[in-house]
């Protein structure tokens, strides 16, 4: 009796031959009497009639093969199974190495058989719906139903639960900080270095060129004598580029000397062809930060001209340093004298510029040590 075997077509899949222990090619013999597991043979152990335990020559015995039609005369059931592994490991749509992986099939005879008896036959489409249904029915019953609520609770003003969850947001289900706001510092630093392979540095130079042509078409160069004028141009306008944001520095630093004469140096050594110099801050060895713009930050007309010139250099806000102003003044009338100690407990901030704050206000006479 011929029976569709259970495995695929690669024999490395089927379990091997209890005769001889070497692969099953189809057909083979499986014993209608022995088992689990199931008893196979070769054909040539069959035929020399092998006995093992209590496995018998003359037992029944059903002849596996899957060389027999079962949706269209011209597909045995072994290209079936070829043909639905192909689809699995090759995609659907890409009939060409369907064709080439079951290499009994053409790529039109494999989309037309595909698409007429697994995509369009009534047969499976009805088969897939039972199957639906009966899955909706299954957990129809288990299913949570949803109710909409206007307000997602919230804990009572001042609770012992609302001081827990401080700075939850109900409504985003979110916190506003995170729970671990630097978990990512561990990362900050990690340099991720690409592949500098041959390949892809072709690839860089290749894309890159390519990408300067395209900037020629657009421009509307169709020769490399336009291409070289073109270049030449570019050059020139980014260079009075340059010199119109240098210009607008000089104009943003023109009323701190100090920061014009960096500037000139700066300057005279791009005009000479040597890289920029940097200022150093004394013996640090630290590069010293630009001061501050004050144009436009509110406060900064409350300020007389020495406290702007203290705001740019130490790179405070007039608002900051009027509100650390006031609470160092007040602390001083009220003790009669600040001491730095005192004035760095009262503002919380780098104690360097604590420290240029205090003696610039014992300085211009506004408090007096203690």
């Known amino acids: 009796m011929d029976r569709l075997g259970s495995f695929s077509s690669d024999p490395s899949d089927k379990p091997p031959c209890r005769g001889c222990s070497s692969y099953l090619m189809e057909p083979y013999i499986k014993c ?15 035929t020399r009639g092998f006995e093992y335990k209590k496995h018998q020559s003359d037992h029944t015995y059903e002849i596996m093969t899957s060389d027999f039609p079962v949706l269209d005369p011209s597909w045995t059931a072994q290209e079936e199974m070829a043909l639905l592994e192909a689809v699995m490991d090759c995609g659907f749509g890409n009939w060409q190495d369907v064709a080439n992986q079951m290499c009994t099939k053409t790529k039109e005879e494999c989309e037309k058989h595909y698409m007429k008896h697994f995509i369009n036959n009534p047969l499976f489409a009805s088969t897939l719906l039972n199957l639906k249904q009966a899955e909706e029915a299954k957990t129809a019953d288990t299913a949570i139903p949803f109710y909409s609520a206007d307000d997602p609770p919230r804990p009572t003003f001042d609770s012992l639960l609302s001081r827990d969850m401080a700075g939850y947001m109900p409504a985003r289900a979110d ?9 990512e ?16 540095h072709v690839e860089f130079e290749l894309r890159r060129e390519i990408k300067r042509l395209q900037e020629y078409r657009t421009a509307g160069i ?33 009323q701190d000397s100090s920061a014009c004469q960096q500037w000139l140096r700066r300057q ?9 110099s940097v200022s150093m801050a004394s013996n640090s060895g630290r590069r010293s930060a630009p001061p501050l713009n004050l144009t436009g930050l509110p ?5 007389n001209e020495r406290e702007k010139e203290l705001c740019q250099m130490v790179r405070l806000v007039p608002g900051a340093y009027l509100e650390y102003k006031s609470a160092l003044l007040n602390e001083c009338n009220k003790q009669g004298g600040l001491r730095l100690a005192q004035a ?22 506004y408090i007096t040590k203690a």
């Open 32 to 46: 209608a009497e022995c088992g689990p597991p199931p008893f196979f043979l070769c054909l040539q152990c069959f």
């Open 175 to 183: 916190f506003i900080e995170e729970f671990d706001n630097y978990a």
């Open 185 to 200: 510092w561990d990362l900050r630093d990690i340099d991720f270095v690409e592949d500098d392979s041959d390949i892809l």
């Open 222 to 254: 169709t020769n490399f004598c336009s291409a070289r004028t073109y270049d030449h141009l570019k050059k020139t306008r980014e260079e009075e580029r340059l010199k119109r944001t240098m210009l607008s520095e000089v104009l943003q630093y023109i």
């Open 268 to 276: 005279a050594d791009i005009d000479s062809g040597l890289s920029p």
């Open 299 to 303: 406060g900064t007309e409350k300020l």
């Open 344 to 365: 760095r407990a009262l503002i919380k901030i780098d104690v360097n510029k604590t420290r240029k704050i205090y003696d610039f206000l014992i300085r211009e006479g």
